[in-house]
């Protein structure tokens, strides 16, 4: 079982930035890829960013140059770098942990609100 914990959201003004954490209860560092969905008001829940065990990165295309993954095993925390915010990036910002192998089995933080002011 895995649990994971968001925190880092906020009010920032448009052309801000703010870093997201997610730090994960169990050791995620081997066998999970970890990601960043978000979910505005209205709309259906949206991949943002994901990074796999192995460090490899993937973003939604409108958002790539503007976020950045990144994991530290270690601590078994991802982050979400995000700059040059808009308003249209207001969401509730949700964590994932999906394991890589044979077995369909992934969890969800609580989600943090993240409100761009213009």
């Known amino acids: 079982q895995v649990q994971l914990v968001e925190s880092g959201g906020g009010l920032v003004q448009a052309g801000g930035s703010l870093i997201l954490s997610c730090a994960a209860s169990g050791s995620v560092s081997r066998n999970y890829a970890m990601g960043w969905y978000r979910q505005a008001p209205g709309k259906q829940r949206e991949l943002v960013a994901l990074i796999n065990s192995g460090g490899s990165t993937n973003y939604a295309g409108s958002l790539k140059g503007r976020f950045t993954i990144s994991r530290d095993n270690a601590k078994n925390t991802v982050y979400l770098q995000m700059n040059s915010l808009k308003p249209e990036d207001t969401a509730v910002y949700y964590c994932?942990?999906?394991?890589?192998?044979?077995?369909?089995?992934?969890?969800w933080g609580q989600g943090t609100q993240v409100t761009v002011s213009s």
């Open positions: 994932n942990a999906r394991f890589e192998g044979a077995i369909w089995m992934q969890y």
